[in-house]
T-cell receptor
């Protein structure tokens, strides 16, 4: 069974801090994604990666960056946290090759920026 | 512009009855559709999918119907159970672009 692990369930950070959200998957998936979920807005794609060292902007990349140095790990970086980045962050992975391969999600990190 | 729309933010259904969750899309290039279920404090989990070459796919209590001409799909849950209470997300994909999600519908199944 695919496991996507997000390093923290809850985080509280101060405005202006640099924040790292870590995600690891154990099924050798090529594709990895970062979403945020907000009430009334659903799941919005921040960044995604189809291969190591590769990254693509999603729908809302402003204020974020990512790093994928190894296939199994995809990190989301908030360069200077702001209160409007308070949200639930969800990491996901999927098999490459089949574009309709279902996403497997982690349990999320609830980030609060004060 | 929202490409995948779930116009009902919430739905309440009695246990044992049918739940029907609706989803509309605007992009005619979408050729594969998925439903995800999300419980609080957990990540979404894949539920069922359908290819655009089909109009129905069934998996146990869950059936997804696709009406391409209307750009509409629906998820039917029969019979509904209290454990089905969750947020349901409709999602669509075309080619090598990432999934596009709707805003979700919160289903409450009342015992």
């Amino acid at each position: 069974d695919v496991k996507v692990t997000q390093s923290s369930r809850y985080l509280v950070k101060r405005t202006g801090e640099k924040v790292f959200l870590e995600c690891v998957q154990d099924m050798d998936h090529e594709n990895m994604f970062w979403y945020r979920q907000d009430p009334g807005l659903g799941l919005r794609l921040i960044y995604f990666s189809y291969d190591v060292k590769m990254k693509e902007k999603g729908d809302i990349p402003e204020g974020y960056s990512v790093s994928r140095e190894k296939k199994e790990r995809f990190s989301l970086i908030l360069e200077s946290a702001s209160t409007n980045q308070t949200s639930m962050y969800l990491c996901a992975s999927s098999l490459g090759g089949a574009y309709n391969s279902p996403l497997h999600f982690g349990n999320g990190t609830r980030l609060t920026v004060t | 512009d929202q490409q995948v729309k779930q116009n009902s933010p919430s739905l309440s259904v009695q246990e044992g009855r049918i739940s029907i969750l609706n989803c509309d899309y605007t992009n005619s290039m979408f050729d594969y559709f998925l439903w995800y279920k999300k419980y609080p404090a957990e990540g979404p989990t894949f539920l069922i999918s359908i290819s655009s070459i089909k109009d129905k796919n069934e998996d146990g209590r869950f059936t997804v119907f696709l009406n391409k001409s209307a750009k509409h799909l629906s998820l039917h849950i029969v019979p509904s159970q209290p454990g089905d209470s969750a947020v349901y997300f409709c999602a669509a994909i075309s080619g090598n672009t990432p999934l596009v999600f709707g805003k979700g519908t919160r289903l409450s199944v009342i015992a």
